[in-house]
């Protein structure tokens, strides 16, 4: 309480300080104003009173009608003071009575007086305040003022006005406190207030004191003490569960920094761990962090700064950086292939890139970045196993594929020589059948001698492989003596060599030699003895095609047997039927020649007779036995049918001869090669060989196209496919001939040119029973067949389809309908170098 009392009293003394010093202050300045200001303020007011006295006596003076001596009255000034009228010539015109007397004195200060206000001193040394002015007339009008006398007057108003000064402030305090105490009571009730609700009492409020002012402010403090409650409950509630919220709040910064750093940890070690290189760029490209592994792969630890783009291969450096500076325009990731010189080797990485931001936004790049070196050096060699497959998928023997294999083998392994060998067992030698280089060394030397020598067993490492029938690998392959390729060759240090084996002995060797020492790679060996292994089971397949080939041709021999043994009975009676009335004709013609050469001889002698001379009985005799003859032998008859016997005999004879060339023709084996045939005519042949097969069930038409032109292809084998399905539409008629109303059925054979101009194609239709939908699907497998046992092997179309599809790149399809019959279409191509390609599917 005594501090409360002690603070309002305070207050109370510094308001009445201040309301002291608000009125003492001016009250002093005026004092000290009219205390050292008086003598300023003396002379102004002063030489007001006499400019305003001079004018007074001047506007008077001026309304006189007399001259400058007419007597005046005199003005008096205080005690001392006195205005006078001077003429022009400077003596006193008017003046006080004191003045007068002492003409000379004043008269002489009335001359020195100057003009408007001013000091003068006279003789006696007594200073005078003057004003002086001129009339037009010349009057002259002086006033003038003694100072002592007005410097007593000024101390006099001095002390007068300091005591009035005094009187004002010594009234005025306690006027001041007793209104002060009125105003600070409802403050101090305010102040204890407050007091309270600092304290926390939210209950206190302030009776309301008259007047409008206090009573205003006790409502607005019982509001505001109200509001204070009310917000102060609301802030403990708020704070209550703000101070819960922060618990909560710092628990989960507690954790989340706690995962924050797990996390931290757990990606650095990521980061350490990670097989990949990592690292982060600025916006420039220069690069500001990398981690061990991206040092390791670059094999320096300098890639801060442009580190990381200088060993990018100088091929694929440009690309790279206009890949890098354009790819933060859409923020989007990129990626990159590229290889890196390191040292003397070449590497090939993937690089990834993220941006940070995008356009303006864009401040680098993290990336990592992959040594794919060992990945693109399998993709290389596995495209050129891709490549020694076609080629060997496209060769019918070693001799063929090796060079391509060779030079296939050279660019996978990236070694500077590469080259293929193979046993030649009738010289028991090595023979070099393929061989590649690098364009980095000239080997052209050591290609040529082995090329032209070889190898014998045990000799150079090729020869030490096909003795041993192991891989060997040898760092000091150019000081092997027993190589005669040596001398012709730089230096290959390195070298190794794989057996290629075939049923289980070593048919060949695979030899890669590259410049430098380098050490055994087993990925290496492993990867090449897979190509021996490919080539070894090349020449297996190569071997087993042979013998397929061999067998085919047995098979396709034995077909042909078959069809001619089955088709023999009836040639042999194709050729009996011309060949017996042929013999009838000829023994017929030997008896009417036999007859023709009896009449002969009886007109022989007729003729002998008359050139004799003989006489009338005796020539009479001969034409009697001649005309008997003639009467026995029937000269008219024979007349008549020795042409035809003649004509019939000619007739067999060229059935049996077309027989015979047909039979030539077709049993013909023809050209191992395709060449240009006349398909028409092997197809009139091998139709003229069937003819007994045919001609007792069907009727046979052929519509061939004379426009057909020449055909490339193996005519033996072609032959033996027309036959093969002229049998089996005889057949199929022959199957249904009692259900036939006409009594046989018809086949149509037909040639034409397809509309391309690309394929020929052959016809054969028949009227048979068609092809069952069951069965369609198999006709052409081998060994299948609907005939009886002994009639037919399941042999005839699958030939057919083997000849036409694979060794003659056409094909074969056919069309069947129940009760109808069947039609097969065989094409063949024309131009057989792009048959592959144009081929119908």
Not at 45 to 71: D, H, M, R
Not at 299 to 319: M, N, V, Y
Not at 568 to 587: S, Y
């Amino acid at each position: 309480m005594i501090s409360r009392w002690l603070q309002i009293g305070s207050l109370k003394v510094r308001i009445l300080l201040l309301i002291a010093v608000a009125i003492v202050t001016p009250l002093f300045a005026l004092g000290t104003w009219l205390y050292w200001d008086i003598d300023a303020s003396q002379e102004k007011a002063v030489s007001i009173v006499l400019e305003t006295a001079a004018k007074s006596i001047a506007s008077q003076i001026e309304s006189w009608n007399e001259g400058p001596n007419v007597e005046v009255e005199s003005f008096q000034l205080g005690q001392r003071g006195f205005l006078c009228v001077l003429a022009p010539d400077g003596h006193i015109v008017s003046a006080p009575e004191a003045v007068l007397k002492n003409d000379a004195q004043f008269s002489w200060l009335a001359r020195t007086t100057p003009q408007g206000i001013g000091h003068v001193v006279d003789h006696n040394g007594q200073e005078w305040l003057t004003y002086g002015t001129v009339l037009k007339s010349g009057l002259r009008i002086l006033a003038l003022q003694d100072e002592e006398e007005e410097d007593a007057a000024v101390h006099i108003f001095r002390k007068n006005t300091i005591l009035m000064l005094c009187l004002a402030a010594g009234l005025t305090l306690p006027f001041a406190s007793l209104f002060l105490s009125s105003v600070l009571r409802p403050i101090k009730q305010l102040q204890e207030a407050a007091e309270a609700l600092r304290k926390g009492d939210w209950s206190i409020r302030v009776q309301a004191e008259k007047g409008a002012e206090l009573a205003a402010l006790a409502h607005s403090f019982n509001q505001m003490a109200e509001q204070l409650g009310n917000q102060y409950v609301r802030i403990e509630e708020e704070v209550a569960k703000r101070t819960e919220q922060l618990v909560q709040e710092n628990a989960e910064r507690r954790l989340a920094e706690r995962s924050l750093r797990a996390k931290q940890e757990e990606l650095q070690a990521m980061n350490d761990a990670s097989p990949l290189g990592i690292f982060v760029t600025g916006r420039d490209g220069l690069c500001l962090y990398s981690n061990q592994v991206l040092q390791d792969i670059y094999g320096t630890p300098q890639l801060f700064g442009s580190g990381l783009f200088e060993p990018i291969h100088e091929e694929d450096k440009a690309r790279v950086l206009a890949l890098f500076k354009s790819g933060h325009e859409n923020g989007q990731p990129l990626k990159s292939i590229h290889r890196l010189r390191r040292r003397k080797r070449i590497l090939w990485l993937r690089m990834r890139l993220a941006p940070l931001g995008a356009g303006d936004q864009f401040t680098g790049y993290v990336g990592t970045v992959e040594d794919i070196s060992e990945q693109k050096l399998l993709e290389h060699r596995l495209l050129a196993r891709n490549q020694m497959m076609d080629t060997l998928a496209s060769s019918s023997h070693l001799e063929e594929a090796a060079p391509a294999i060779a030079q296939a083998l050279a660019d996978a392994t990236e070694w500077d020589l590469a080259t293929f060998w193979v046993v030649d067992l009738a010289e028991n030698r090595l023979k070099q059948v393929g061989a590649a280089q690098r364009k980095t060394l000239d080997l052209g030397g050591l290609i040529q001698a082995g090329a032209e020598k070889g190898l014998e067993k045990g000799q150079g490492l090729p020869g030490r492989v096909w003795k041993e029938g192991q891989p060997l690998w040898i760092g000091d392959a150019d000081k092997d003596l027993s190589d005669p390729r040596l001398a012709f060759s730089p230096p290959l240090r390195t070298a190794l060599a794989l057996p290629i084996f075939f049923d289980e002995a070593v048919a060949g060797v695979v030899e890669v030699r590259f410049r430098d020492p380098i050490l055994s790679d087993s990925s290496l060996i492993e990867d090449l003895c897979g190509w021996a292994d490919t080539l070894g089971q090349f020449l297996a397949r190569s071997q087993a095609e042979k013998e397929k080939g061999d067998m085919e041709i047995q098979l396709r021999h034995a077909q042909k047997m078959e069809s001619i043994g089955q088709l023999a009975a009836g040639i042999a009676h194709e050729i009996n039927t011309p060949t017996q009335f042929v013999g009838d004709n000829n023994r017929f013609l030997q008896g009417a020649f036999s007859d023709i050469a009896g009449l002969l001889h009886r007109y022989d002698l007729l003729l002998t007779g008359v050139k004799a001379g003989c006489g009338t009985e005796e020539l009479s005799r001969l034409v009697h036995d001649a005309e008997e003859t003639a009467e026995a032998a029937d000269i008219a008859y024979l007349e008549e049918e020795v042409p035809k016997a003649i004509l019939q005999s000619l007739d067999g004879l060229e059935r049996v001869t077309k027989i015979v060339r047909a039979m030539k023709d077709f049993s013909h084996p023809g050209s191992e090669d395709r060449v240009p045939v006349n398909l028409n005519q092997a197809i009139e042949s091998t139709v003229t060989v069937a003819r007994n097969e045919w001609k007792y069930v069907a009727d046979l038409a052929t519509e061939l196209d004379p426009d057909l032109p020449p055909v490339p292809c193996r005519i033996g084998e072609i032959n033996q496919v027309v036959l093969n399905l002229l049998v089996n539409a005889a057949h199929a008629i022959g199957d249904i001939l009692d259900e036939l109303s006409g009594g046989k059925g018809m086949i149509t054979v037909s040639t034409k040119t397809s509309a391309d101009r690309e394929w020929a194609e052959v016809r054969i239709s028949d009227t048979g029973g068609g092809i069952p939908e069951a069965i369609r699907g198999k006709i052409f497998d081998p060994f299948f067949t609907t005939k009886q046992v002994g009639k037919g092997t399941g042999q005839g179309l699958a030939i057919a389809h083997s000849v036409i599809v694979d060794k003659h790149g056409g094909t074969i399809a056919f069309e069947s309908e129940i009760g109808k019959g069947t039609t097969f279409l065989i094409r063949l191509p024309l131009h057989w170098e792009r048959s592959e390609s144009s081929r119908p599917k």
